[in-house]
């Protein structure tokens, strides 16, 4: 697929949406947020409890999307090597062999990531930024394209060390699936009963299609308005009382890209106020760093964006 219709991205979305759907039933929203970072090349991180499907849903992607895949186990024992891979001295020809780690995948599960020590999770910092690996003195590039998905256990605190801000903020959105509701929940079991879900995804797309999306989604029109309208949203989280530290820059570049590709699943050309809306707390929240006070009074960065969003005028397009 060299060219791409807005009107053939949106059926293609609806596939990939009604394949993933069949594996982790009723959260539909969750799953367009998670593809709208991937069409912009954004790695995501599923913040949640255990047992709501983190894990399959990236399995189910990789595999819908037609992605190599890995999954690495993050543990407090897991070492930068271990990810990114070593050089190896080869008895033969008396030289050292560079050992490629699972980083070198098109999707990279990396499952509970606040297991691993501060040393092991910066070993991520230069793949989700550049895009290559430097072991050694070289540097070798990550194939294409390349995507991160970062779970963690929000509720669990022994023995996990919280993700760094700069870490963070590589991330381009944080979500949460949350539990099914009755109807899904009984669906599940249904489904669980004859076969894992995952035994029965299909290839809809292949990574040369992923491609040719993402760069689709970079020729979406995002008007003067709304270009103005992001930075007012992100210089606002700067200005908040209730924040000690603001989204970056990289914040605004994110949700702008995100804002993009969300218009672009829902097959148009151009970015709404609503594509804005939808993605501003979970591209942004994960940015900001709350004072002591506020946090004391149970203010969450969640809810300083949609306070923030609540009283920037939104523009007429």
Do not use: W
């Not at 709501?52 to 895949?69: I, R």
């Not at 430097?134 to 023995?159: C, Q, R």
Request: charged share 25%; aromatic share 6%.
């Amino acid at each position: 697929m060299t060219t791409v219709g807005f009107k053939e991205v949106e059926q293609k979305a609806n596939l990939i949406l009604d394949e993933i759907e069949s594996v982790i039933i009723g959260k539909r929203d969750v799953i367009r947020l998670v593809l709208a970072a991937i069409l912009c090349n954004g790695h995501i991180l599923i913040e949640d409890v255990p047992g709501v499907g983190k894990t399959t849903l990236a399995k189910a992607l990789a595999k819908a999307l037609g992605c190599t895949f890995k999954r690495i186990q993050f543990t407090p024992d897991l070492l930068p090597a271990d990810i990114t891979g070593t050089s190896i001295y080869n008895q033969k020809t008396g030289e050292f062999e560079f050992r490629r780690g699972p980083i070198f995948a098109q999707f990279v599960l990396a499952d509970e990531i606040n297991r691993a020590t501060p040393k092991a999770q910066s070993s991520l910092l230069e793949c989700m930024e550049e895009k290559q690996v430097t072991v050694d003195g070289n540097s070798y590039l990550l194939p294409s394209p390349f995507f991160v998905i970062a779970t963690e256990n929000n509720i669990e605190y022994a023995g996990t060390y919280p993700l760094p801000e700069g870490q963070l903020d590589r991330f381009m959105v944080r979500l949460s699936l949350g539990y099914p509701d009755i109807t899904e929940e009984s669906l599940i079991l249904d489904k669980h009963a004859v076969d894992h879900p995952l035994a029965n995804t299909r290839n809809v797309l292949t990574a040369e299609d992923v491609v040719a999306l993402q760069d689709a989604a970079r020729d979406i029109f995002l008007d003067a308005s709304l270009r103005d309208y992001i930075v007012e949203i992100v210089t606002a989280t700067r200005n908040h009382p209730g924040v000690a530290l603001g989204a970056s820059p990289r914040g605004s570049i994110s949700l702008s890209q995100a804002s993009r590709a969300l218009a672009l699943l829902h097959g148009r050309e151009y970015v709404l106020p609503d594509d804005v809306k939808t993605l501003a707390v979970p591209v942004l929240a994960h940015r900001l760093i709350l004072r002591p006070e506020a946090r004391m009074r149970k203010t969450t960065p969640e809810n300083v964006v949609a306070e923030i969003l609540s009283a920037i005028p939104v523009p007429v397009t």
